[in-house]
């Protein structure tokens, strides 16, 4: 879970998930703001909120977050592939979530 004062650096700026791992954005306090900025897609602008659809994220589609005010979040991540994948531009999450992984295989909610 993130609060607006504790949303890791990284995910304020543009990044993507790798090949092969979706995201789930939940907002369970509050708004967050994402963004869609890849040159792929239209850029595309949607203000997440609690109770509301989750955001989602799509593999190698360049995104970045924005709280709006005092917030409350968590990305799930999905993948599409066995086998052990970093999971996005951040080594420790990675690291993290590809030992949840090791066991499980396509298409499994990472835990």
């Known amino acids: ?14 990044h993507s998930t790798k090949d092969g791992v979706w995201g789930l954005i939940h907002v369970e306090r509050g708004q967050l703001r994402y963004r869609i900025t ?11 909120a609690a109770g509301a659809m989750p955001g989602i994220v799509e593999p190698t ?8 005010g005092a917030v409350l979040f968590q ?27 090791a066991q499980k295989i396509t298409y499994t909610k990472i835990q």
Do not use: K, Y
Request: aromatic share 6%; hydrophobic share 45%; with cysteine.
């Open 61 to 68: 589609i360049v995104h970045h977050v924005e709280p709006v």
């Open 75 to 101: 990305v799930e991540f999905f993948r599409t592939a066995a086998g052990i994948i970093p999971l996005c531009r951040f080594e420790e999450l990675a690291e993290r979530e590809n030992r949840l992984l």
């Open 1 to 14: 879970m993130f609060a607006e004062t504790s949303v890791p650096a990284g995910l304020l700026r543009d």
């Open 38 to 48: 890849d040159p792929r897609r239209e850029a595309t602008e949607i203000l997440l």
